[in-house]
């Protein structure tokens, strides 16, 4: 007798693969959601910020359920300015406001960027900090300068290893600054 197979012909419990995954059916987004969605922002003037009235991600963006699943408000407003589904974001393009203001869902103030416009928008505002001006760096500008002019590649004497002793850091960290990884804006 077979014993590894039940009186059913099943493998036993623990040999049975089961499929644990599981998707969630996504409703689609109807007219009713779109004015539900309206109804919750504080519109103003055409040219003033449309605050979102709910409550907030400890980020500063609102959040909108609709469809089985939540979205932002930024995104909701801008493909759905003019009624169901009037416009598509691209897959590498994100929503950006132009007023800076995370809540607001003004479509006039709701731009197509893609990542590297919304990096080098945040860095000309200050809202992020770069090279030695960061609290944690231990190079400056001038650091990065002469580690890239004095590093010779197949050498033994400038290497990474040598380079990185010579200023306090990792062999990683100086490879990461000649490949422009790191310190690309200098």
Excluded at 146 to 172: C, F, M, W
Aim: aromatic share 8%; charged share 30%.
């Amino acid at each position: 007798m077979d014993t590894s197979r039940n009186k059913d012909n099943r493998p036993p419990m623990g040999r049975r693969r089961v499929d644990m995954t599981y998707k969630r059916k996504l409703k689609p987004i109807t007219q009713q959601d779109v004015d539900r969605f309206w109804s919750k922002v504080d519109i103003r003037e055409p040219d003033e910020c449309w605050n979102w009235q709910l409550k907030l991600t400890k980020h500063g963006y609102g959040l909108f359920a609709a469809g089985g699943t939540l979205h932002r408000c930024t995104r909701f407003a801008y493909v759905h300015r003019n009624g169901l589904q009037t416009h598509h974001i691209p897959k590498d393009l994100r929503i950006n406001a132009k007023c800076g203001n995370k809540a607001c869902c003004n479509p006039a103030h709701l731009q197509l960027f893609n990542h590297q416009e919304i990096w080098d928008k945040m860095a000309e505002d200050g809202k992020i900090v770069v090279g030695s001006k960061h609290r944690m760096s231990k190079l400056t500008e001038q650091d990065i300068l002469d580690i890239r002019e004095r590093y010779t590649p197949k050498s033994l004497i400038d290497n990474y290893q040598r380079i990185a002793d010579d200023y306090g850091v990792t062999p990683g960290c100086i490879r990461d600054i000649i490949i422009r990884k790191t310190w690309r804006h200098v």
